[in-house]
């Protein structure tokens, strides 16, 4: 997709809402604290743990398009690191999509669209990669700022 295609993705009240995010602090979510969210397996503990992770990964994302938007210029219009920075809107808009998981049916479209969504960011590490040589062998100077955002 086309860089313009990328930002027409996030309206105003979208952007609004990401930077809103970046108030929060990400907070670390394990395995074992998700466990204890599920208690007993039921499907009010099974939308608990939706709901949290929902939020977390709503956050942390909001927090990796930051640090994309404060990349230099001339790194966000590299192809590769366009890609994966439509990745990430694409996540974020797709989190949005979800405004209540308060049934059963909702989470498992919630756990669904996440499953995607991972599948579809498989190749996110060697996209950075990529672009990243293509942008320092350009400039060497951006080599540090890259490896700070990496």
Known sequence: SSSSDVVGRMNLASLRRVRGLWR?????????????????????????????????????IAHRLRDFLFLP?????????????????DAYLMHEGFTNLSTPSEVTAYWT?????????????????RGRRELVQLDPELAATLDAFL
């Open 113 to 129: 669209s996440c499953a995607r969504m991972f599948d579809n960011h498989k190749q996110i590490t060697r996209l950075l990669g």
């Open 24 to 60: 929060q602090d990400v907070q670390r979510l394990t395995l074992a604290e998700l466990q204890a969210l599920g208690g007993s397996g039921d499907a009010d503990s099974q939308i608990k743990i939706a709901q949290r992770t929902h939020q977390e990964l709503k956050v942390r």
């Open 73 to 89: 210029y001339k790194a966000m219009v590299n192809p590769s690191v366009r890609m994966v920075y439509g990745k990430y809107v």
